[in-house]
């Protein structure tokens, strides 16, 4: 057990529905980050929250994928009008400064 | 941006052979990360390098960081299969999150 949890651990959708993933950190982490990673590449980052604050944002995001921390502690990532493209394993990650992020087990996210 | 590279890519050793990977940055990095990713898993953290030209050891596994912060290595001596996976660093620059590399997958051969 990391102590990250993420939900679900599958999910297959069809191309054009939204999905929500979820990601509850270790509870003293303020920092929580998702990350996208495909097939033999290391994870990419995607976006960085410091409590319920939404710090950063990768150039890569299109304006179909949004975060929420609402209270500084869960954070859910949303995909709308999902695309083939958006195939991936969505890891989150929880750290209590710059150092030694703790990774949840991810959600592998398929469109068909 | 910033762009951390990784090499090899690949690499197949002979259980009890030494291995070692590399990573650079296009930029000067404030810290660099390594971290093991096992087949099917979630990326672990291994440990971090701070200072110009760092060294660190874990047991059979030694970290450097080099003098400009540009670049790193991680050397593992004597190899086991319990080594097995990938290997990735992460630097950060100026961002407040890790970018990381491609990784190195380590396949040992028994």
């Known amino acids: 057990d990391t102590g990250v949890s993420q939900n679900p651990r599958h999910k297959i959708t069809k191309r054009g529905q939204n999905v929500t993933f979820r990601c509850d950190p270790i509870s003293e982490h303020n920092r929580l980050y998702w990350y996208r990673q495909t097939l033999g590449q290391g994870p990419e980052f995607l976006t960085y929250?410091?409590?319920?604050?939404?710090?950063?944002k990768s150039r890569l995001l299109s304006d179909r994928f949004s975060a929420e921390r609402p209270k500084g502690s869960f954070s859910t990532l949303e995909i709308q009008r999902t695309e083939q493209g958006d195939s991936a394993m969505y890891l989150c990650?929880?750290?209590?400064?710059?150092?030694?992020?703790?990774f949840g087990s991810g959600t592998r996210l398929t469109v068909v | 941006g910033q762009q951390v590279m990784q090499i090899p890519q690949y690499q197949h050793v002979q259980e009890g052979e030494d291995f070692t990977t590399y990573c650079n940055s296009s930029t000067t990095l404030s810290n660099i990360q390594w971290y093991k990713q096992r087949p099917g898993g979630h990326p672990v953290f291994l440990i971090q390098l701070v200072k110009s030209g760092e060294v660190k050891k874990q047991k059979r596994l030694t970290f450097q960081f080099g003098e400009a912060k540009k670049n790193s290595s991680l050397h593992i001596t004597a190899t086991q299969t319990t080594d097995v996976g990938t290997y990735f660093c992460a630097g950060s620059g100026s961002a407040r999150q890790l970018t990381f590399g491609s990784g190195t997958q380590l396949t040992v051969l028994p």
């Open positions: 929250f410091q409590n319920e604050a939404q710090l950063e």
């Open positions: 990650a929880s750290s209590p400064q710059l150092v030694g992020y703790t």
